[in-house]
């Protein structure tokens, strides 16, 4: 079963940057479709942010984030990383990376999350 694994959150003032990463643990081998970022602030829904298909390295991002945030992926590692940069208070959230499993339709397994906090 393959597990992400969140960190790098943290604490930074408006306009900074920060990076998460994320990494797959267990079993990896032609398991993961694509690894995808979401976020969750307070009061508010978990909403889409990134995604980049583990196969061919094809991102998306949430309009929002486009233009600031980057994806990528280093497969030998089984990590994907976000690049955060001209961060916003709006940008304060739990992120959460989660795994689309080969063959499924939908991001099911999830990581514990990670705090980012953008002070203006």
């Known amino acids: 079963q393959v597990q992400p694994v969140e960190s790098g959150g943290g604490l930074v003032q408006a306009g900074g940057s920060l990076s998460l990463s994320c990494a797959a643990s267990?079993?990896?081998?032609?398991?993961?479709?694509?690894i995808g970022w979401f976020r969750q602030a307070p009061g508010k829904e978990r909403e889409f942010v990134a995604r980049i298909s583990w196969i061919s390295g094809i991102s998306y991002y949430q309009d929002s984030v486009k233009g600031r945030f980057t994806i990528s992926r280093d497969n030998a590692k089984n990590t994907v990383y976000l690049r955060m940069n001209s961060l916003q208070p709006e940008d304060t959230a739990v992120y959460y990376c989660?795994?689309?499993?080969?063959?499924?339709?939908?991001?099911?397994?999830w990581g514990q999350g990670t705090q980012v906090t953008v002070s203006s």
């Open positions: 989660a795994v689309r499993r080969a063959g499924d339709n939908q991001f099911d397994v």
């Open positions: 267990g079993s990896t081998f032609n398991t993961i479709n694509a």
